[in-house]
């Protein structure tokens, strides 16, 4: 629900705007919102949290831009310890949302030529939906190697108390020792058939 305080208004867990009163303004009029989503659910059982932000609409001749700034965090799973943990996120963008409608008659508004399938709208009942390109836009602000950080307690090859030495990854030296005890038994073997 979009509440009026002072000249900002606030959208509360919503990403749907009616703009019908901001389409009957001049070119060149804006409409700023406090945006505040406590869940925002990004795909794949991903969800940012305490998502907080400003959006600022801006009308055109035809279209609203949007000028979004938002950040938040999102539990992602570290690559290194696969334990969760909250990644901070924050993005800005713009996207123009194109009129389908005439907001006086009623009139379908036919697309522009060079406009394609992906183009924002806004729809019949004069909204524009901020979700998908939010959504977009949160997950390409996320990294593509979620990783905890420095105290991440992760494998020990990307930890400098656990750096592999000449011989080896310590870790691994029982399983070199048995490794060492068959190719000394694969030399007897081949000693004593060559020699009967």
Known sequence: M?????HAMELRNETAINVAGLLRTMTGGSRTYELHLDAFPLGDGLIARDVEGEVRLTR???AVIAAVRVAGRVPLECVRCL???DQSF???YSEEY???????SGAELEPKSDEDEDTALIDENHELDLAETLRQEILVALPMRPDCGEICPGPGS?????VETDEGDARLAALAQLLGEDSVDEEKLERDGSGG
């Open 83 to 85: 334990r969760i943990y």
């Open 158 to 162: 990307l930890r400098p108390d656990l």
């Open 60 to 62: 055109l001749r035809d």
């Open 98 to 104: 194109r009129q389908t409608v005439d907001l006086r």
């Open 90 to 92: 924050a993005t800005e």
């Open 2 to 6: 979009t509440t009026d305080r002072g």
